[in-house]
């Protein structure tokens, strides 16, 4: 569901997407607000669910996790029981940060943040051990270009 947001909504947001942490006496500065109604427009963004979270964005290399693997998935089963399997799999693995079901000749796309190839071959068996899949390949990115959690916010 969509929600109207005006100018300055979507400035906070600009805001909290750079810096989640910013304390609101700055947030209300940058975005030309008083505290109290700055306050107030996080609140209600986050009631809205708008903003659905704050995080610390953490360096996957310095964690030892430096390889990151889009994992493409083909199944010729669809059915509702296969699919709770495959989503219990699938959310269960720490590994595994994104899920996709995909229109098109791919059914699902997993994105995998894993130490190296060999972490990769471990957490491919244990995900085919949980469910059956008629099909999967691995791609590794050679050179991340971009790479961001910001969504664009600029007025229509």
Same mark, same amino acid.
Request: proline fraction near 3%.
């Given at each position: 569901m969509e929600h109207r947001l005006d100018e300055t909504d979507r400035r906070i947001l600009a805001e909290l997407q750079r810096d989640g942490s910013l304390p609101v006496e700055q947030l209300? *500065? /940058? @975005?030309?607000?008083? +505290?109290? &109604?700055?306050w107030r427009r996080?609140?209600?963004?986050?009631? *809205? /669910? @708008?903003?659905?979270? +704050?995080? &610390?964005?953490?360096?996957?290399d310095r964690l030892g996790l430096g390889l990151s693997v889009f994992v493409i998935v083909r199944t010729s089963s669809?059915?509702?029981d296969w699919l709770k399997r495959f989503r219990d799999a699938v959310t269960g693995f720490p590994e595994i940060t994104g899920v996709y079901r995909m229109s098109g000749d791919l059914d699902y796309i997993l994105r995998a943040r894993v130490?190296?190839?060999k972490a990769y071959d471990r957490l491919y068996q244990r995900l085919i051990a949980r469910v059956p899949l008629t099909d999967v390949s691995a791609s590794f990115v050679m050179e991340e270009i971009k790479e961001t959690t910001v969504v664009p916010v600029e007025l229509r």
């Open positions: 209300a *500065e /940058r @975005v030309h607000l008083s +505290r109290n &109604a700055c996080v609140k209600r963004l986050e009631e *809205e /669910r @708008v903003i659905t979270g +704050r995080v &610390a964005l953490v360096d996957a669809h059915d509702p130490a190296d190839v």
